[in-house]
C-alpha cells in the first residue's frame, strides 16, 4: 500500500491547492501528494509550470487529486449542463495527466448534491449518464475517476459506500471506480465488511479518525477490521489522510508510523 495526504486540508485558508506541504511530506517519506485539481486547474499556464517544477523537485510526486467539480458546474438538477460538464472535466483531466496523476476523486458534494423539489432518481441518472460519457475521456488520458460517497451532513446523494459501490456498476467502465473514505464509513455507520463486497471496485482510499476527523495518531482497534478486510482482497493501492491538524509535521510522522502498522501488521507470536 501507499500512503499520502490531501494538502488541500492542511492549512485551507492559506493554500487551496495543498502544495505547501509537499517538501515535509517527502522529509517524513510519504510516497505522494493529493492536491486539489479543480484549483490546480484555475491556475494560469505560468504558476501551474511552477507547481510541476516544485513537485518535480521534492522527490515525490502528486498521484491522485480531489476536489473534482466546483459547485458553479451543476451536476444535477434543471440546470445541469452534461455538455459544459464534460467540457470541464476533460480540462480537469489534461491538467492532471500533466501532473501524471492516476486518480481524480469525485465527491463534489456543492455540483452533485439534489437541489430542492427534484426528484432523486433523476439526480441519480444524470450521474451515471456524466459518469459514462467520462469513462472514455477518462480512460484516454491513463486517469481513473473514483466515486467518493460523503455523510449525510456534506452530501444527500452517494452517501455510504454500497451506494457509490451500486454506482460504479451501474456506469460499468474500467475508469469509473470506487473510493472508500473511512471517516465517512464511520460517520455512516456502516459495516466495514463492504471493503469485502466491493473487492476490486475500491481503487483508492481516504482515511482519518472519525471523532475529530484528525490525523490516526494510534492504531484503534476500531481501524483494524477495516485493515484485515483490505488485506484480504489484496488492496495494495493508494491511501491518502485527508484529515485536520494543529502540528502537522508531529501528526504526520506519526500517522505514516501508524497507518503502515495497520497495513502491515507485525505477526503474533
Avoid at 21 to 35: H, N, P, T, V
Avoid at 158 to 178: D, F, R, S
Wanted: proline letters at 6%; aromatic letters at 8%.
Amino acid at each position: 500500500m501507499r500512503f499520502g495526504c490531501c494538502g488541500s486540508m492542511i492549512t485551507p485558508r492559506q493554500d487551496l491547492i495543498g502544495i505547501e506541504i509537499i517538501e515535509d511530506l517527502a522529509a517524513i517519506g510519504f510516497d505522494y501528494i493529493e492536491l486539489s485539481i479543480r484549483d490546480l486547474t484555475a491556475l494560469p499556464e505560468a504558476a501551474f509550470t511552477q507547481i510541476l517544477k516544485r513537485i518535480e523537485a521534492s522527490g515525490i510526486r502528486c498521484e491522485s487529486c480531489n476536489n473534482f467539480f466546483p459547485a458553479r458546474v451543476r451536476l444535477t438538477g434543471p440546470d445541469a449542463s452534461m455538455p459544459a460538464a464534460v467540457a470541464y472535466a476533460t480540462t480537469i483531466f489534461e491538467r492532471a495527466a500533466q501532473l501524471g496523476v492516476s486518480e481524480i476523486v469525485f465527491g463534489s458534494a456543492d455540483a452533485k448534491n439534489v437541489p430542492a423539489g427534484f426528484s432523486h432518481d433523476d439526480a441519480w441518472l444524470q450521474i451515471v449518464e456524466l459518469l459514462q460519457a467520462l469513462g472514455p475521456i477518462a480512460a484516454k488520458y491513463g486517469i481513473t475517476v473514483v466515486i467518493e460517497p460523503l455523510n449525510t451532513r456534506e452530501s444527500n446523494l452517494i452517501c455510504t459506500a454500497k451506494e457509490g459501490l451500486k454506482l460504479a456498476c451501474e456506469v460499468n467502465h474500467p475508469n469509473i471506480q470506487l473510493l472508500i473514505d473511512y471517516y465517512h464509513l464511520r460517520q455512516a455507520n456502516e459495516d466495514p465488511g463492504i471493503v469485502l463486497e466491493a473487492g476490486s471496485t475500491i481503487r483508492h482510499l481516504h482515511f482519518a479518525e472519525p471523532i475529530e476527523r484528525g490525523f490516526p495518531l494510534e492504531p484503534a482497534a476500531e481501524y483494524e477490521t477495516f485493515f484485515s478486510n483490505l488485506r484480504q482482497i489484496g488492496y495494495a493501492g493508494r491511501c491518502s489522510i485527508e484529515a485536520y491538524t494543529q502540528n502537522f509535521v508531529a501528526d504526520a510522522k506519526r500517522a505514516l508510523a501508524v497507518m503502515r502498522t495497520l497495513a502491515c501488521p507485525t505477526p503474533k507470536r
